[in-house]
């Protein structure tokens, strides 16, 4: 079975720091992985999504992720936050291999941007 | 405008209630889902189908069905709504799998039974 563990409920920044939103997943094949984001009452945006192509993906607002097989980690990171980069953030995995064609999202981390 | 769209946008009932919520999209997507999200739970799938006449359960389908009789829509039904079902929905489409494609998701639907 696949899951998802975003290890930090809330992360709290200052405007012009760096972001680190840390997520470990669990899964039995080789995953796609994703970062969405939503924005206070808005639906959800895809930022970037890791299909087995390289293992450093760019994504957009200037965010990118590292696919570390060995560590089962896929942390998504920023050089200098935003306050516009205010929101929540999961990480989803889909584990093709169980044939269900679902995703599983983690529980969610708070991004907070002080200015 | 592509786009994923629901109906209604918040919606308050009493146990008991039948309800639909509608979902629609304009891209010609094969595969759509909705998921339910509640804090500290992340979003929870429950249902989705591959294309028309095909649906499936998927993690919380308890309390719910669906129908996809056209390709562009996916109601949500609670033929007997209680007030565990409280929560924000959201409905997605895709080009196909959800694994491989970006999902677009709608504004979401905030539901309360009382």
């Known amino acids: 079975a696949q899951s998802v563990t975003q290890l930090d409920s809330h992360v709290s920044v200052s405007e012009g720091t760096p972001v680190l939103l840390r997520c470990n997943y669990s899964s039995s094949y080789s995953p796609s992985l994703f970062w969405y984001v939503q924005h206070p009452n808005k639906g959800l945006q895809l930022l970037l999504k890791y299909t087995s192509a390289a293992t450093l993906v760019k994504g957009i607002n200037g965010f990118e992720a590292e696919f570390k097989k060995s560590e089962t980690s896929f942390h998504l990171t920023k050089p200098s936050a935003h306050m516009s980069d205010a929101a929540e953030y999961f990480c989803?995995?889909?584990?093709?291999?169980?044939?269900?064609?679902?995703?599983?999202f983690g529980s969610g981390t708070r991004l907070q941007v002080q200015p | 405008e592509a786009q994923v769209t629901q109906n209604p946008r918040y919606l308050i009932t009493v146990t008991g209630k039948k309800l639909t919520v509608t979902c629609s999209q304009n891209m010609n997507h094969e595969y759509m889902s909705w998921y339910r999200q509640d804090p500290g739970l992340g979003l929870r799938q429950i249902y989705y189908?591959?294309?028309?006449?095909?649906?499936d359960k998927g993690d919380v389908p308890e309390g719910y069905k669906v129908s996809r009789k056209e390709k562009r829509n996916f109601p949500l039904i609670l033929e007997s709504p209680s007030p565990n079902q409280t929560s924000l929905y959201f409905c997605a489409s895709s080009p196909g799998l959800a694994g491989v494609y970006e999902q677009f998701f709608g504004p979401g639907t905030r539901l309360t039974v009382l």
């Open positions: 989803v995995v889909s584990d093709p291999g169980t044939g269900r064609r679902a995703l599983t």
């Open positions: 189908s591959m294309n028309v006449e095909v649906t």
